[in-house]
């Protein structure tokens, strides 16, 4: 495996199914976890305005940045952080970013609840077409990841809307837009250190400079395990799965260690969609799945170990990016 394969989803977005998709789905899940995804009909001209409207606010002074600080977004869990603020495998990053998710008003049942990573987005007043924006890009890329996910469950042999009626129909989404200033020559920083996500599926969007590398698992040919480039295709989203489709097939689809490094010279923007369980579902095995797999993992972790709801999982793990934030929580334990 030297390249991620790309997979057409025009059938499964327009259709509900599509057998060829799902096949192809499943190789890529079985041989990397990696693929890129293309025959999205997400509006150009939206991801256009989104690229420039985050460089717009990128370029603003930091001050004026951090007046949507994380901090100020309490339990959600939303806005800037600075290069340095996050964490990966308690290793700061060389970038800086934003976060949001669903929009959520103060009377929603999970703001009341005091859900943690539930609520209003904060944005940025000096940037005020990027509130529209964000939240159209929020609901384009919905409808993606459940047409992949329809690929996803046939390849498994589930019905095409097994997620979408289950696991999805109020599904965790969180969206993110980093900045990665360029690394300077030799520089051993990360702008992500190896890691992989948390939830059923991610897809990304980045810009032309490149800098994302997927590991390659050593082969049945001998090859030894090694990293592979993922470089952006025009009209394409890198697709990878995270560790609860990886806990839920038992291991036969395994959510695979990436990582970043801008050596492009220039500045660089990702933009990473998160599309994940309902937050209050627990994630057991599927049916059928449970002692398909590997559950050894690059990192020593098993995920079958894990109980609770999907909720309980991604809060230990953010809680790790930012342990500053978590505190919060940990006070109504």
């Given at each position: 495996?030297?390249?991620?394969?790309?997979?057409?989803?025009?059938?499964?977005?327009?259709?509900?199914?599509?057998?060829?998709?799902?096949?192809?789905?499943?190789?890529?899940?079985?041989?990397?976890?990696?693929?890129?995804?293309?025959?999205?009909?997400?509006?150009?001209?939206?991801?256009?305005?989104?690229?420039?409207?985050?460089?717009?606010?990128?370029?603003?002074?930091?001050?004026?940045?951090?007046?949507?600080?994380?901090?100020?977004?309490?339990?959600?869990?939303?806005?800037?952080?600075?290069?340095?603020?996050?964490?990966?495998?308690?290793?700061?990053?060389?970038?800086?970013?934003?976060?949001?998710?669903?929009?959520?008003?103060?009377?929603?049942?999970?703001?009341?609840?005091?859900?943690?990573?539930?609520?209003?987005?904060?944005?940025?007043?000096?940037?005020?077409?990027?509130?529209?924006?964000?939240?159209?890009?929020?609901?384009?890329?919905?409808?993606?990841?459940?047409?992949?996910?329809?690929?996803?469950?046939?390849?498994?042999?589930?019905?095409?809307?097994?997620?979408?009626?289950?696991?999805?129909?109020?599904?965790?989404?969180?969206?993110?837009?980093?900045?990665?200033?360029?690394?300077?020559?030799?520089?051993?920083?990360?702008?992500?250190?190896?890691?992989?996500?948390?939830?059923?599926?991610?897809?990304?969007?980045?810009?032309?400079?490149?800098?994302?590398?997927v590991r390659r698992p050593a082969g049945e040919d001998g090859g030894e395990d090694g990293w592979i480039d993922a470089p952006p295709i025009?009209?394409?989203?890198?697709?990878?799965?995270?560790?609860?489709?990886?806990?839920?097939?038992?291991?036969?689809?395994?959510?695979?260690?990436?990582?970043?490094?801008?050596?492009?010279?220039?500045?660089?923007?990702?933009?990473?969609?998160?599309?994940?369980?309902?937050?209050?579902?627990?994630?057991?095995?599927?049916?059928?799945?449970?002692?398909?797999?590997?559950?050894?993992?690059?990192?020593?972790?098993?995920?079958?170990?894990?109980?609770?709801?999907?909720?309980?999982?991604?809060?230990?793990?953010?809680?790790?990016?930012?342990?500053?934030?978590?505190?919060?929580?940990?006070?109504?334990?």
């Amino acid at each position: 495996m030297s390249t991620l394969p790309v997979i057409d989803i025009t059938g499964l977005a327009r259709d509900g199914r599509d057998e060829r998709a799902a096949r192809e789905i499943e190789a890529a899940c079985r041989a990397s976890g990696f693929f890129y995804v293309a025959g999205h009909g997400v509006d150009p001209d939206l991801i256009a305005r989104l690229d420039a409207a985050a460089r717009t606010f990128f370029a603003l002074p930091e001050a004026e940045k951090l007046e949507i600080a994380m901090a100020r977004g309490g339990r959600a869990w939303r806005g800037f952080f600075p290069v340095g603020a996050e964490l990966t495998s308690g290793v700061p990053d060389r970038k800086e970013g934003l976060y949001f998710g669903t929009e959520l008003g103060p009377d929603a049942p999970r703001v009341r609840a005091r859900l943690p990573l539930h609520g209003a987005n904060l944005f940025p007043a000096r940037v005020p077409e990027l509130r529209e924006t964000v939240l159209r890009y929020i609901d384009a890329l919905t409808g993606t990841a459940q047409a992949v996910l329809r690929g996803v469950a046939q390849s498994l042999g589930l019905d095409a809307e097994y997620f979408a009626t289950g696991y999805t129909a109020d599904p965790t989404v969180l969206f993110r837009i980093f900045h990665y200033p360029p690394s300077p020559p030799g520089s051993r920083e990360w702008g992500v250190g190896e890691h992989t996500d948390y939830g059923l599926l991610t897809l990304l969007l980045q810009d032309d400079n490149g800098g994302l590398q997927v590991r390659r698992p050593a082969g049945e040919d001998g090859g030894e395990d090694g990293w592979i480039d993922a470089p952006p295709i025009p009209g394409t989203f890198v697709c990878n799965i995270g560790d609860m489709l990886d806990r839920m097939t038992g291991g036969w689809y395994r959510s695979t260690p990436h990582r970043v490094r801008n050596t492009s010279g220039n500045e660089r923007l990702s933009f990473p969609f998160f599309f994940d369980p309902d937050f209050t579902a627990e994630v057991p095995p599927l049916p059928g799945r449970t002692a398909t797999g590997d559950p050894r993992r690059w990192d020593g972790q098993d995920l079958r170990a894990f109980t609770g709801t999907y909720g309980d999982y991604l809060v230990r793990k953010v809680g790790k990016v930012f342990p500053e934030l978590i505190a919060d929580v940990n006070e109504d334990a």
